[in-house]
């Protein structure tokens, strides 16, 4: 799998963070400076280690698949793994949850990392899925860092200023481009 085709996986990814961070931001009274690094610490940091796990993972079992010579089944795990991702992106804008747009002057990190544990296994499918397409580990891992700590910070300012309207567009193209990412396998490598 070329780069670009890791970045846009890992950016469809992301853009899940971007709509958690929307709505965070658009609970926040004021963005203060130490919680936005700690938001963009845990996020980078949980982002990074769980692509890197999964990766490892798939890494691991195509190992021992290449000497088989059976690279084909962890291509099609690929591409199930980014169209399924890809159309739970689309569920989740279709049902689109509604939030009570409220300010609140107090962060409850509880639930914040309750939301984000809740989402971290499909990060993790999407290292398997990347893993199993042999891509490359320290790219993979650069770019999810930088791309989860921008979507972070845009996310938060975004919610902050003007609402949570634009999670349901975030989650619409982020389905895009993991179905995009599964096509590519679909098409290019089988």
Known sequence: MNMIEQIIVVLGISLEVFGAM????????KI???????????LAAGQTVTLGIGHFLARFLSRYRAQTGENFLGQVIAAAILLFLGIRLFHKAWKNEGLLERREEKF????????YLGNILFTFLAGVALGFLGS???PLLI?????????????????????????????????????AGGAAVVFGYM
Not at 22 to 28: A, I, K, R, T, V
Not at 32 to 42: D, G, N
């Open 136 to 138: 490359s580990i320290l």
């Open 32 to 42: 203060e400076k130490r919680q936005l690094i700690m938001f963009c610490s845990i």
């Open 143 to 179: 770019a999810g860092f930088v791309l989860t700590i921008l979507v972070t910070v845009v996310g938060m300012y975004t919610g902050y200023r003007l609402g949570f309207e634009y999670k349901m567009r975030a989650y619409v193209f982020g389905g895009l481009l993991l179905m």
């Open 108 to 115: 409850e990190v509880k639930r914040f990392l309750g939301m």
């Open 22 to 29: 929307e709505c965070q931001g658009s609970l926040m009274a």
